[in-house]
């Protein structure tokens, strides 16, 4: 019964080591991909993108902000697509 317990005690500790471990990590999906394709596919789901030139910046920022919370999107995603769009200025 003692060695069924620890056997038991183990395994969950491990699930939560490899859960706790892989929590932190981007997925490759996400990490292979860069901001404009990240753009592409995220902005176009609900509404025309606009073009990268159209804000400033800071209008970018706020902008990228707002959409993060909207769209559920990571800090990963939301820093490549804001790179991406900043580069156009």
């Known amino acids: 019964m003692k060695t069924t317990k620890h056997i038991c005690i183990g395994v969950i500790v491990l699930i939560i080591g490899v859960i706790i471990g892989n929590g932190c990590k981007v997925p490759e999906s996400i990490a292979n ?15 025309n993108a606009p073009d990268p030139k159209t804000y400033s910046d ?5 902008a990228t902000e ?14 490549k697509i804001r790179v991406f769009l900043k580069s156009a200025n």
Not at 33 to 47: D, F, I, M, V, Y
Not at 58 to 62: E, G, R
């Open 33 to 47: 991909k860069s901001g404009a394709q990240l753009w592409g596919e995220n902005c176009n789901r609900c509404h």
């Open 58 to 62: 800071d209008q970018w920022d706020a």
């Open 66 to 79: 707002h959409m993060r919370q909207k769209a559920i999107l990571t800090n990963t995603e939301i820093n």
